[in-house]
C-alpha cells in the first residue's frame, strides 16, 4: 500500500466506527488517504475524526469547492489509485448500481477509472434482499470487488451476514487483488460448480449438498490470475464472482453434461468442481405427484458421466476432477483419476470439520498423474483454490518440459 492514492468512501451506518480503524492502518502502511463521507455518515462520525487520521481534508459536499481551479470530484477521482467504501449500506450501492450521482460520493465513484472495493455493511435481512443482490451484482458485472461482510452479532441485534469485515482483512483482500500474479494471463479456464437437480414433479426433485462456494472461488481466482473463464454452475445462490467471466446456469445434471462437452475443446484448463448426480428419476411426471398409502418406490437410471467423457475426448486439455468423500480419500481418489484418464484430481473429506458442503474454508488433497500429492491444509475456499490453481500450473509446465 506504500504511496498509494486510496479514496475511503465511508457511508451512513453504525459500521462507519469502524473506517476510522480502517483511515488509520492504511496511513500506517504508507498509503495516502483522502475520505469522502456522505451526510448520514457525519451522523455517526465527525470528519474531524478522519480528518486528523489521515492528516487531509475531508470531502462531504459536492459544491464545496476549495480550489477554484479544480473540480473536486474529478480531481479526487483521477487522482486515486483505488477506491475503497467501507461501510457500503445498501442504499450506497443501489445508486451506484443504478448511475446515481447525488453527492460527492456517488459523482466521485462514477467518475473514477480507478478499481473500487465494496465492504458491505448491513443487517443480514437487508443484505439477502433480491433488489440488494441484484444491484451487487451489476456492481460485479461493472468490475468492482466485494469484501464479503462477516457473519455474527449485528447492532440491530440480529445474528447473520452482514457485519463490516475488519480493516486488517478488508486491506488484505485489497492486497490480494492488487498483487494477485497474472500466471493464467492467456489461458482459457473452464469451471463447473454446484449441485444439478434432477425433477420427479413439478414440486420435487433430487439434489445434493454442494453451495458451488469452491467452484466460485475457483473461477474468481482464476480471472485473478488473468484466464478467461466459463462457468457452468447448477442452481446456486451465489453471485457471478468479478473478472472475464462468462456464466452459463444450468439445472440439470443433461443440461451440464451439453454445455460442458460442448465448451471442453475450446479451453485450455478443465476442472469439473460440480456436484452432478449420479442417478436421476426413470420416469417424471408433469402434474405433483399425491400422497398415497404404502411404500413410495422411485425408479432411477443413470446419469451421463460428464468427467469419464471429457476424460475420453481430452487432446490438449489439463483435465482436473474433484471427489468428495467421507472414507478411504486417497484410495477412491486415485481410483478416479485413472478410471477417468484425468490429469489430476482434488479430494476432500465432506465429513471433516472445515471442509464440508456450504462451508467457507476447505482441507482438500491435490494427486497429479505421477502420483504426486500436495495437502493443502485448511484455509478460506478462495486460499485453497489460489493453491489449486498454482499446483495446476506446475504441472502443465512439467508436462510441456
Known amino acids: 500500500m506504500l504511496n498509494k492514492n486510496v479514496i475511503l ?25 483522502k475520505v469522502i463521507m456522505t451526510e448520514s455518515a457525519t451522523k455517526f462520525i465527525s470528519p474531524l475524526t478522519f480528518q486528523a487520521l489521515s492528516r487531509n481534508p475531508v470531502y462531504t459536499d459536492t459544491f464545496d469547492e476549495k480550489d477554484a481551479e479544480k473540480i473536486a470530484h474529478i480531481d479526487l477521482a483521477d487522482w486515486a489509485d483505488m477506491f475503497v467504501i467501507a461501510p457500503a449500506t445498501a442504499n450506497i450501492i443501489g445508486k451506484i448500481a443504478n448511475g446515481i450521482a447525488d453527492d460527492m460520493m456517488t459523482t466521485s465513484i462514477l467518475a473514477t477509472k480507478a478499481p473500487v472495493y465494496i465492504a458491505p455493511a448491513m443487517n443480514v435481512n437487508m443484505y439477502e434482499h433480491p433488489g440488494v443482490i441484484k444491484n451487487m451484482q451489476t456492481l460485479v458485472n461493472f468490475g468492482y470487488h466485494f469484501i464479503e461482510p462477516g457473519a455474527g452479532y449485528l447492532a440491530c441485534g440480529w445474528i447473520g451476514k452482514g457485519r463490516l469485515e475488519e480493516p ?14 497474472r500466471l493464467l ?18 414440486v ?30 447448477g442452481p446456486v445462490n451465489l453471485a457471478t464472482p468479478s473478472g472475464t467471466i462468462k456464466r452459463i446456469d444450468v439445472t440439470t445434471a443433461e443440461e451440464m453434461y451439453k ?71 486417497k484410495a477412491y481418489g486415485l481410483d478416479k483419476l485413472n478410471r477417468k484418464n484425468l490429469d489430476a484430481i482434488v479430494v476432500n473429506n465432506v465429513a471433516e470439520d472445515g471442509a464440508g458442503f456450504g462451508s467457507d474454508t476447505n482441507i482438500v488433497t491435490y494427486f497429479n498423474r505421477k502420483l504426486e500429492q500436495h495437502v493443502i491444509p485448511k ?3 478462495k486460499e485453497v483454490a489460489r493453491e489449486i490453481l498454482k499446483l495446476i500450473l506446475r504441472d502443465m509446465k512439467d508436462d510441456q518440459s
Open 9 to 33: 468512501g465511508v457511508s451512513g451506518g453504525i459500521a462507519a466506527y469502524k473506517a476510522c480503524a480502517l483511515t488509520s492502518k492504511l496511513t500506517q502502511q504508507g498509503a495516502n488517504v
Open 168 to 181: 486488517e482483512t478488508i486491506i488484505e483482500v485489497i492486497k490480494s487483488y492488487q498483487n494477485s500474479p
Open 185 to 202: 494471463l492467456g489461458k482459457k479456464v473452464l469451471i463447473s460448480a454446484g449441485p444439478t437437480r434432477e425433477k420427479i414433479d413439478p
Open 204 to 233: 420435487r426433485f433430487f439434489s445434493n449438498r454442494s453451495t458451488g462456494k469452491m467452484g466460485y472461488k475457483l473461477a474468481e481466482a482464476a480471472a485473478e490470475m488473468g484466464a478467461e473463464v466459463t462457468l457452468v454452475s
Open 259 to 329: 454445455v460442458t462437452t460442448e465448451e471442453f475443446s475450446s479451453h485450455d484448463i478443465v476442472i469439473k468442481a460440480a456436484a452432478v448426480a449420479d442417478y436421476r428419476p426413470k420416469v417424471t411426471y408433469d402434474n405433483k405427484m399425491k400422497k398415497q398409502d404404502g411404500i413410495l418406490q422411485v425408479e432411477m437410471e443413470r446419469t451421463k458421466d460428464i468427467l469419464k467423457t471429457l476424460g475420453e475426448n481430452k487432446t490438449k486439455q489439463f483435465l482436473v476432477g474433484f471427489a468428495a468423500e467421507t472414507q478411504n480419500l
Open 379 to 381: 484455509a478460506s475456499k
